[in-house]
């Protein structure tokens, strides 16, 4: 039972193809055997958040899928959502509204944030915390990690206005 | 932590999947949004030898209207159902409440109703509704109604052969409706969640009342002596409270390390007085 299968999915933009077992874990996929280190591991039951990347333009928790499950799909991490000297406007606003601490919670929640100002572009304070529920962080008390979002809202409406 | 080892299949058909389930024996199982199924695999406390993943087996998605009901596919996702608040109602309300974002994202209402747990929020709806499930097996296809779907404990009536293609609810035209569920953190499930549609006489009096809990028991249950101590009443905030206060009769939910059995009645209560005001606008 320990044979592995193909799996295709694109990762931030690039065809990969992989042999897998299906017991791996989408997260395992993403970190051990593609390198993308980015993605955390917080907590192995589904609740922190940590682990979030989008599959196929929604979010979820690398952690609770299988490998096998995103065959065909396409994948973004926090890696493909911005690189250093091109950031994503939410990883400039955490940068600039001290939106994280020890950075551990970060990728997911911005991975998370992208999420809601895409389901949501114009959030309200409250629509901001509710939508972040899937995610915990032990360090910043969640204040500047709200500001960072509606920060990022603002800046991408303006971007759009001006498109 | 990472699930025992298994085999996997993915089969492009119903038959196949049928076909797939049976060579598998007692052990294979099937895998929809893996949100119920892949956690206890972590937790090896479930270690299936087999899944079959139904996400290339076609006709099991999407929502669509047809004569007074929504047909709504086994694999459509708790956030498909989530962005119909304008016309699925208490449907939408109560998915858009289940966990976070990234679980609805995954999870779908097959799977949800198939798992069975109390605690859940889609299981309680369709008892509320009053809605059915289509399942498909070897001998044919069934539809099972929401009252005999929940049998116990993550227990159904579903053959081990059985897949839900379809889940059916009254579309509810014209009832007014709240759902309410309490956690003690964002993303758990419901200490005690209730559903309430009330529909509404012209002379504003109470022509039927329903109302469905969550964790309060071995199943999804409905609270009958409030919902008839309701009907013939003005939809007041008296008559709503004099109801409310029934919720919980005949109940015997399950203490577990958040609530005791007395705070779950008292719940029940409160949060039955909170629905129904919901229902009625009056909130
Ligand atoms: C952190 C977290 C929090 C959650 N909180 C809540 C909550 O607050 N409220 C809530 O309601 N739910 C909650 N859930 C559960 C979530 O809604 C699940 O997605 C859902 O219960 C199961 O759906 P699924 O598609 O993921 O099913 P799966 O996990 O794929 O399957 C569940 C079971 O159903 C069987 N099955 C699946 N599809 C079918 C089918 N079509 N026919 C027959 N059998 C089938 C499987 O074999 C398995 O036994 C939570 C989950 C997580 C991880
Ligand atoms: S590691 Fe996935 S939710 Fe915590
Ligand atoms: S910044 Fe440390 S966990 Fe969020």
Excluded at chain 2, 229 to 249: F, K
Aim: hydrophobic fraction near 40%; charge should be negative.
């Amino acid at each position: 039972m320990s044979t592995t299968v193909p799996v295709q999915v694109t990762v931030n933009g690039q065809a990969r193809n992989v042999q897998v077992e299906p017991r791996q874990l989408l997260v395992h996929l993403l970190r051990d055997q593609l390198g993308l280190t980015g993605t955390h591991v917080g907590c192995d039951t589904s609740n922190c958040g940590a682990c979030t990347v989008h599959v196929d333009g929604q979010s979820c928790k690398s952690c609770t899928v299988l490998a096998v499950q995103v065959d065909g799909a396409e994948i973004t991490t926090i890696e493909g959502l911005g690189q250093e000297g091109n950031l994503h406007p939410l990883q400039e606003a955490f940068w600039n509204n001290h939106g994280l601490q020890c950075g551990y919670c970060t990728p997911g929640m911005i991975m998370a944030a992208a999420d809601l100002l895409q389901r949501n572009p114009d959030p309200s304070e409250d629509e901001v915390r509710h939508g972040l529920e899937g995610n915990l962080c032990r360090c910043t008390g969640y204040h500047n990690i709200v500001k960072s979002v509606l920060d990022a809202a603002g800046k991408l409406n303006v971007t759009q206005v001006g498109a | 932590m990472i699930p025992a080892a298994f085999d996997y299949t993915v089969p492009g058909s119903l038959d196949e999947a049928i076909d797939a389930l049976r060579d598998g024996g007692e052990d294979a199982k099937l895998l929809a949004g893996g949100h119920s199924l892949v956690p206890l695999m972590k937790l090896r406390l479930a270690a299936p030898t087999l899944l079959v993943d139904l996400r290339r087996v076609p006709g099991l998605h999407g929502i669509e209207r047809q004569n007074g009901s929504w047909r709504i596919g086994a694999m459509t996702r708790h956030a498909e159902l989530q962005d119909r608040h304008d016309d699925l109602g208490v449907v939408a309300h109560a998915a858009a409440g289940i966990a976070d974002q990234q679980v609805r994202n995954r999870g779908t209402i097959g799977g949800s109703l198939a798992h069975g747990d109390s605690a859940s929020d889609l299981p309680t709806i369709l008892l509320t509704l009053e809605g059915t499930v289509t399942a498909m097996g070897p001998d044919g296809a069934r539809e099972i109604a929401a009252a005999d779907l929940f049998q116990d404990y993550l227990t159904t009536s579903l053959d081990p052969l059985e897949i839900i293609t379809e889940v059916r609810m009254p579309a509810m035209d014209g009832w007014g409706h709240g759902y309410q569920k309490f956690t003690r953190r964002a993303e758990d499930w419901a200490m005690v969640g209730v559903a309430a549609v009330v529909r509404k006489n012209d002379d504003g009096t109470v022509a039927e009342a329903r109302i469905g809990l969550t964790n309060m028991g071995s199943t999804p249950l409905r609270a009958t002596a409030a919902e008839e101590a309701l009907v013939g009443q003005p939809l007041t905030a008296e008559a709503i409270a004099a109801a409310a206060g029934h919720a919980a009769d005949g109940t015997n939910p399950p203490a577990d390390r958040n609530a005791s059995e007395d705070y779950k009645r008292h719940l029940a209560c409160v949060l039955t007085g909170r629905a129904l005001r919901e229902a009625a606008g009056l909130a």
